[in-house]
């Protein structure tokens, strides 16, 4: 493997399926996490909820568009299961709690108990058959610049980003409408907002279901992509990763998350690239960095990036410091 | 230097009112979990309950020991340490390194651990939290450093020691003695009795000592602390001292009772934030009472559900502590509506 070969692998993840999914989670916690400021930590049980609901209703034979239209209730049942109880919690509090409901949620899925109907730690495979059979490109090779992708990868591609846009466009109208004003002014200053009769309660909820219902739609594109739902693919790191795509983007803007998502992807895959290099090289010459170390070494990074980005640019990379301290001023 | 104890915000009355709501908390919990287990007596006998009682409070205790130096910083500084459970794994793989590798015994690395992690809980509150409070970074970044620091530990500890689950090489197998009907190793039975020691000691010390005496007085009122001329930030490095020291105390017995492995101290975090939490942010007592009935429910409702669903058990509890107590640690109401 040569450098141009590592930086071709980056673009393809860039522009790839993977991507653009936590692209679309990515925007569902930030209008959770950016907007309305709740540290929803269980964000990978809302795509555990997509996703599962997809594959278990194909499963028993229910057909694509009853599958989506189950991983959609599921999400939105597990988002108000939390929320309903919770949202009234202190920022901390919050975020404790809604970790241990998705931590639940992935036990339970992955326990042989469930295992009937999820697939217990094995989880569930092969339900993406009918999406794929509605692809209209041919089955031909396509070069999107230097990336050349079959046409079965590109149709997911082009449904998935295509879904990022209209759930991009639809933020944008929802975050200037007054209820989005509403969010932010939650967010800042919690009594004020309800000085003037706004229900927060009730706007927090909104916000975690409409959150949770982007995250679904991210684990449906995700377990579309790999034909398989496992449980421990919807683990804490899975949340953090997607905290680290809000972060590094920047908070409570609309595009930021896409463009978190796409240089997250960009950077995760290029430094695998260049570790999986060092692995092979160090595993020939005997050392003891190898592959296992490798993966480890990722999460090293988003670990690093997350502590880094708070602390030298907590406005995130796409949103200038400038922009940042006028909106303080205007909220302050 | 006179150290006062009182909450100088809040009229004596509330004070009292929320702490007796707190023992009103815990008294129900107690309740609860006595009632099920005399359930469960009935539906199964003595033995087995008494069995699940003795290996939850030797889980629950465990809890406690990483747990307490949590509560103190939570209770000082307002910070969830989500990296707390990376301590207990750096002081169980210190541990196993110095056992397998080198071949101490494991009575001299368990003390060596336990220096290491005092050690790195003073040099997390020196290189990196007491930058943070100068920045006056919010609680909600600093949650999110914490669990970036959480994050890095745990997969550098999985990039050094591997995935598999590893044990000391000594005290791997032990025969159970049997103690009235519960049967116990002795390796459980030392881990509970240093468990109790080490709480002992540190209660001590925060009662009698003058240091003790100023953390307690921080962790009550951290402006009337500085107030009175207490030095703050030197009392909490000591709090992050003793809190990593303990916690990879509570590591090295986890991994003697159980195995050492790369994740151990994240898998029990969030056993131990419930512990604490039910028990009482900030006091040694609470942690060890929360702890405790923790991990003994954790173990008690094995007898109902499967094994490998016991931690929803303890989630489900955590979820449970928060609900009904959302004010906060010493009841100052941030809820509204």
Same mark, same amino acid.
């Given at each position: 493997m040569d450098v141009l070969s590592i930086l071709l692998d980056a673009l393809r993840t860039a522009i790839g399926p993977t991507c653009a999914a936590y692209a679309l989670g990515a925007l569902g916690l930030n209008l959770q996490f950016g907007y309305a400021g709740l540290i929803n930590l269980g964000f990978a049980g809302s795509l555990a909820a997509g996703a599962y609901g997809l594959a278990i209703t194909v499963g028993a034979g229910g057909g694509l568009w009853l599958g989506l239209l189950v991983a959609l209730v599921a999400s939105c049942a597990f988002s108000l299961l939390v929320a309903l109880p919770t949202v009234r919690l202190r920022a901390d509090y919050l975020a404790m709690t809604t970790i241990a409901a998705a931590e639940i949620l992935r036990l339970i899925l992955r326990s042989s108990w469930a295992a009937p109907v999820t !697939? !217990? @730690?094995?989880g569930k495979q092969r339900f993406a058959d009918e999406f794929y059979a509605l692809n209209p490109f041919p089955a031909a090779n396509y070069a999107l610049g230097p990336v050349v992708v079959s046409g079965r990868s590109l149709w997911l591609m082009v449904v998935a980003w295509v879904l990022v846009a209209l759930a991009a466009a639809a933020l944008w109208l929802i975050v200037r409408s007054p209820w989005g004003r509403v969010v932010t002014a939650i967010r800042e200053d919690e009594a004020l907002a309800t000085s003037f009769g706004k229900n927060a309660f009730a706007v927090k909820v909104q916000v975690m279901v409409v959150g949770g219902v982007l995250g679904a739609l991210a684990g449906v594109v995700l377990a579309v992509d790999q034909q398989n739902v496992n449980?421990?693919?919807?683990?804490a790191s899975t949340t953090f990763f997607f905290f680290a795509i809000v972060i590094l983007g920047g908070?409570?803007? @609309?595009a930021t998350p896409i463009a978190g998502a796409i240089v997250f992807w960009l950077i995760l895959s290029l430094s695998d690239g260049v570790l999986r290099e060092a692995a092979d090289l160090s595993a020939a010459a005997g050392g003891w960095f190898g592959q296992e170390q490798a993966g480890a070494a990722r999460y090293v990074l988003v670990g690093l990036a997350l502590i880094l980005v708070i602390v030298f640019r907590p406005q995130g990379f796409f949103v200038s410091r400038r922009r940042a301290s006028r909106m303080e001023e205007v909220t302050a | 230097m006179t150290v006062q104890t009182?909450?100088?915000?809040?009229a004596p009355t509330r004070r009292f009112d929320t702490l007796r709501r707190r023992r009103t908390v815990v008294t129900v919990f107690t309740a609860l979990l006595l009632a099920l287990l005399v359930v469960g007596v009935l539906q199964r006998g003595v033995a087995p309950v008494l069995q699940t009682v003795v290996d939850g409070a030797r889980l629950g205790l465990v809890l406690a020991l990483i747990g307490v130096g949590l509560s103190v910083i939570f209770a000082t500084t307002g910070i969830f340490n989500f990296a707390q459970g990376e301590f207990a794994t750096l002081g169980a793989a210190v541990a196993l390194w110095l056992n397998v590798?080198?071949?101490?015994?494991v009575v001299l690395v368990g003390i060596l651990a336990v220096a290491v992690g005092a050690l790195s809980g003073y040099a997390s509150e020196r290189l990196l939290w007491r930058p943070l409070r100068a920045r006056r970074v919010d609680t909600t970044s600093a949650l999110v450093v914490a669990i970036g620091l959480g994050l890095v530990l745990r997969h550098l500890f999985l990039a050094f020691m591997g995935g598999s689950s590893r044990s000391y090489n000594e005290y791997t197998v032990q025969t159970q003695l049997e103690l009235g009907g519960v049967s116990i190793t002795p390796k459980a039975l030392w881990s509970i009795v240093i468990c109790l020691a080490a709480l002992g000691l540190l209660a001590l010390f925060l009662k009698r000592t003058r240091a003790g005496q100023a953390i307690r007085a921080v962790s009550d009122d951290k402006t009337l602390a500085e107030a009175s001329g207490i030095a703050v930030n030197s009392q909490l490095s000591l709090v992050w001292a003793v809190g990593g020291g303990l916690a990879a105390l509570g590591g090295v017995l986890l991994g003697l009772v159980e195995q050492v492995r790369w994740d151990m101290g994240n898998q029990v975090l969030l056993l131990v934030i419930a512990g604490v939490t039910l028990g009482g942010l900030g006091t040694v007592m609470g942690a060890v009472v929360g702890s405790a009935i923790v991990g003994i429910a954790t173990q008690a409702s094995t007898l109902w559900i499967p094994a490998e669903l016991k931690y929803v058990t303890a989630l489900a509890l955590l979820i449970l502590i928060l609900l009904i107590r959302p004010q906060g640690i010493f009841g100052r109401r941030e809820r509204l509506g």
């Open positions: !697939g !217990g @730690v094995y449980p421990d693919n919807f683990a908070r409570a803007r @609309v | 009182g909450d100088s915000t809040e590798a080198i071949g101490l015994p």
